[in-house]
Every structure is written in structure tokens, then in C-alpha cells.
């Protein structure tokens, strides 16, 4: 059984920075792919970041120069640092893990089997 579970989310106000972590158990960490989604409301999921199992990454245009994923395999976390953070950055932030082992960064919420709860980040103009 996988559980992921994410925590940071808050309000901030517009150029702000916040930090989520997302700490995961069940599986052996470092040999899966993981994402950070997001989801405003009215909007489908999309993903923000991922990384791989060897730690390659994507981001979403959106938030290229903006955000950095990261992952601490000793920790079983990954992380998402958001800086300069804009009104439109305001969505439910979910992490996820791949389906199988040794993967690539993948655009797709698809490719993904396990998801955390959430965490609301709202950002203030």
C-alpha cells in the first residue's frame, strides 16, 4: 500500500514563496517517477513538475524559472519550491507516484496510481 501525503499549502500573498513537501511510504522510494499536480476550480488536473527515478525533470511553461522540484530519496519526500508565486498559481496542489518502477517524468495524470489528498495554496494580489 502506497500513501502520499502532502503538507506546506497556505495563503501567500502575490511574489511570495512557499515550500511543499510530500512524504511518501509503502514502496521503495527512489524507484519511482513522481509529479506535482494541480487543479483550480473549473479546471481539469494538470501537472505542474515531475521528476524521475534518476531525477530528470519537466515543468509545466506555466511555472518554468518559478518553481523546482526536487526529491530527498533518504527522506522518501519530494518537493516542490514555488517562488514569485501569481494569483493563477491558486489550486488544490496534489503529489503523485508513478505506476511502475524506473520511470521518465511523464506530462500525463494517467500515467500515475497514487495520489496524496491535497493541499490548498492561494495566492493574494
Do not use: H
Amino acid at each position: 500500500q502506497v500513501q502520499l501525503v502532502e503538507s506546506g499549502g497556505g495563503l501567500v500573498q502575490a511574489g511570495g514563496s512557499l515550500r511543499l513537501s510530500c512524504a511518501a511510504s509503502g514502496r521503495t522510494f527512489s524507484s519511482f517517477a513522481m509529479g506535482w499536480f494541480r487543479q483550480a476550480p473549473g479546471k481539469e488536473r494538470a501537472v505542474v513538475a515531475a521528476i524521475s527515478w534518476s531525477s530528470s525533470t519537466i515543468y509545466a511553461d506555466s511555472v518554468k524559472g518559478r518553481f523546482t522540484i526536487s526529491r530527498d530519496n533518504a527522506k522518501n519526500t519530494v518537493y516542490l519550491q514555488m517562488n514569485s508565486l501569481k494569483p493563477e498559481d491558486t489550486a488544490v496542489y496534489y503529489c503523485a507516484q508513478r505506476r511502475v518502477p524506473a520511470g521518465g517524468a511523464s506530462w500525463s495524470k494517467v500515467a500515475y496510481d497514487y495520489w496524496g489528498q491535497g493541499t490548498q495554496v492561494t495566492v493574494s494580489s
